[in-house]
């Protein structure tokens, strides 16, 4: 089989309200924005995947994506990962390209990615995540429609300015909720976006100590990315000083960071992001090295429903997988606006598990009227 084509779609689809991501203090996201990609095959067998995209960054990796992998055969997946691998040295995001690769294979084979990763039993726990920093009366709020919906667990940002509103938000939600829920809280503290639009905390370890020793009594699930990314003594020591489960990775790239992540004691729970840290061939090795060291492994989804069917293909074929993250902040990111690209949207289903797509590849369809109505062509 021979790549022959690959097609690349910017698209800026509209949300329905504005969202305030955690990540980025004080900046208003108005859409969904992705680099979505067909890579086409003399078989006639189309493989998807998407990126993260705002602005014109996009050009310049298209330009190279095509060179690169016209003419290859997709399904050789560890020979085009040397080769996304290449672009990523030289300054390209693109290791979200070899998850088309695996699409188009499973496609060939007539069976789910999971599958070919070695199956799990295809269902697993979902978690609703949270985006924005809230007040806790709101936040109590949103707790009771996701309960209504199945979920039984979910995860709230922690990133004000002051230590005792990160508190108020998690003490209001255990109050609320009583003992049979989990809650998970995001410092959101690993790769720090700073516009300079408003005032964000910078966490150090003390402020992570601090934090943890309180909210070990609210009995807290995970503390995720407390510091950041690559402060692997930081997080070790951290890890070393508390009960709760430290969570992160999602900013991580390529085996060796994960390595040193898993060698030096910095986590609990690994949370690779397959369109991130390099395809869903390397999380299925970074999920290995997490085995062998008795961990937990929870990949980050908050991208767009094509990064997030990516990622569920790898939870389900991993026995160390406790929870799906379920991208969810009514009124703006919502289910219809993150997975517009696709033709049916995720849901969690009423007893707050996600059921992996069972068809080939990926297991879903692109809404290409939606793409093209929302998108550019590259
Ligand atoms: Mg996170």
Redo the contacts with the bound molecule.
């Keep these: 089989m021979k790549i022959t084509e690959i097609d690349f779609y910017l698209c800026h689809y509209p949300l329905p309200a504005p969202f305030m991501p955690s ?1 980025i203090p004080g900046f208003p996201q108005h859409n969904n924005s992705c680099l979505i990609t067909v890579v086409k095959t003399d078989e006639g067998i189309e493989g998807y995947s998407a990126m993260v995209g705002f602005l014109d960054e996009s050009r310049g990796l298209v330009g190279m994506m095509r060179p690169f992998l016209v003419g290859r055969d997709p399904t050789r997946i560890e020979n085009i990962v040397q080769v996304i691998r290449s672009a990523h040295y030289l300054g390209y995001k693109a290791f979200f390209m070899e998850v088309a690769m695996w699409d188009i294979l499973g496609k060939k084979a007539g069976l789910p990615i999971y599958k070919l990763l070695g199956g799990g039993d295809g269902r697993i726990k979902a978690y609703a ?1 949270s985006g924005e920093i809230q007040e806790p009366k709101k936040r109590v709020e949103y707790i009771k429609e996701i309960q209504k919906m199945g979920f039984r667990a979910a ?1 709230l940002r922690i990133r004000s300015m002051e230590f005792e509103k990160d508190i108020a938000v998690v003490e209001a939600v255990r109050n609320a909720v009583g003992d049979d829920f989990d809650i998970m809280v ?1 410092a ?1 503290q ?1 790769w720090p976006i700073h516009l300079g639009l408003v005032e964000w905390p910078r966490w150090d370890l003390k402020r992570a100590m601090r934090t943890a020793a309180v909210l070990e009594d609210l009995d807290v699930r995970w503390i ?2 407390p510091l950041f990314k690559h402060d692997y003594d930081g997080m070790a020591a951290l890890r070393a000083s508390t009960t709760i489960p430290i ?1 992160g990775g ?1 900013f991580n790239t390529d085996l060796y960071e994960f390595r040193d992540l898993i060698g030096g004691g910095c986590l609990d729970i690994v ?1 690779p992001d397959v369109t991130l840290a390099g395809g869903i061939l390397m999380g299925k090795k970074i999920a290995g090295m997490a085995e062998a060291a008795n961990l937990q492994f929870s990949p ?1 989804t ?1 991208t767009n429903g094509l990064g997030f069917a990516a990622n569920l293909q790898l939870m389900g074929s991993v026995h160390i997988c406790p929870y799906c993250e379920f991208p969810f902040e009514p009124p703006g990111w919502v289910p219809e606006a993150r997975d517009f690209m696709l033709k049916e949207p995720f849901t969690v289903g009423k007893d707050g598990y996600i059921t992996v797509p069972d068809k080939p590849g990926l297991g879903v369809e692109l809404d290409m009227e939606k793409i093209l109505a929302h998108g550019e062509k590259l």
Excluded: I
Aim: glycine fraction near 8%.
């Design positions: 990540w995540s995860k995001d959101n690993g995720e990315e969570a999602e949370q980050h908050w």
